[in-house]
């Protein structure tokens, strides 16, 4: 058999990845079409086997590619000088407040989206992959107006790991916010309901309330489930929408939202951890103008 144009070795990263998810990981540009039509023709090897679009490799698997992709490429590269500059990743890594070799914990400040978008110009991912050492990954997402902490993973390992960890919601998330409206209890758990297809999607959120008067509330939140705009949305149906809020709410004298994710907890390698910041000085400063004084 002749040489294989290119042949990789799966590291532990990629262990129990698809083999077509594998193959388009190490070229953007590779269309499955092109994955199919070379796998039917024997030119996609797995340790010297013939290889399926839906196997699962393993660590240390040998994938053999004999042919080239000679398709131009038809997905856009990043473009650091239009997206964001050295300034953009200098401050972002200004904003890392805890990293070890599969994970770094990030304060997300307001303004950059979690990932690429349609209508996103600055985003975390393209940024920090910028530094071009390290493929982060994205486990869980802040609203590109919300501020606070966050996590990503350094390795696909991790990814996978963290994935698990945020649907078994076997991690706190803690936040802060400033509502418009005093809240009547002092405590106690938001119940919403939503259709999503046939589906019906329900969300909950634990509240305490930390200092109110007849104008605005500050709360102390966790969710205990994870849907889009949680509890901007779950705050706005109940009446008293976050400060700030031009979506679900009617913004408050152009003020950013007020809302912020100060706290993280989860099991790394058998040991609890615990991640937390300050309640942010935009907030800080709202509070003692409207509420009280620290």
């Known amino acids: 058999m002749k040489k294989a144009f ?63 992709n000679n398709l131009k490429e038809t997905k856009q590269k990043i473009n650091v000088n239009k997206k964001f500059n050295t300034e953009d990743l200098d401050y972002i890594k200004k904003c890392i ?29 393209d940024i920090l992959k910028s530094q071009g050492s390290t493929n982060y990954h994205l486990v869980h997402r802040l609203d590109m107006e919300t501020v606070g902490i966050m996590v990503l993973a350094k390795n696909r390992e991790y990814a996978k790991i963290f994935s698990d960890i945020f649907q078994s919601r076997s991690i706190v998330k803690k936040y802060y916010a400033i509502t418009k409206g005093k809240i009547n209890k002092n405590s106690g758990e938001i119940v919403t309901k939503e259709d999503v297809g046939k589906k019906k999607i329900v969300s909950k959120t634990f509240f305490e309330v930390k200092a109110k008067n007849k104008n605005f509330s500050f709360l102390e939140l966790e969710i205990l489930t994870g849907r889009k705009h949680q509890i901007r949305k779950q705050l706005s149906e109940i009446g008293y929408p976050v400060v700030g809020d031009h979506k679900y709410g009617e913004g408050f004298n152009e003020m950013q939202l007020c809302l ?25 400063n709202f509070i003692q103008k409207y509420l009280y004084t620290f």
């Not at 269309?31 to 240390?60: A, C, D, H, T, W």
């Not at 912020?260 to 800080?284: D, N, Q, T």
């Open 6 to 68: 290119k042949h990789f070795i799966v590291d532990k990263n990629y262990k129990s990845t698809r083999l077509d998810r594998f193959l388009k990981k190490q070229d953007q540009n590779l269309p499955q079409s092109l994955i199919e039509k070379n796998i039917r023709k024997k030119k996609i090897l797995v340790n010297k086997l013939k290889g399926k679009s839906s196997q699962i490799l393993q660590e240390g698997d040998l994938v053999e590619v004999f042919f080239e």
């Open 97 to 125: 407040i805890f990293e070890n070799q599969d994970y770094i914990i990030l304060n997300k400040p307001y303004g950059y989206a979690s990932q690429d978008g349609t209508k996103v110009k600055k985003n975390l991912i």
């Open 260 to 284: 912020c994710s100060f706290y993280l907890e989860f099991e790394y390698k058998g040991k609890l951890v615990k991640y937390s910041i300050k309640l942010p000085k935009f907030m800080e």
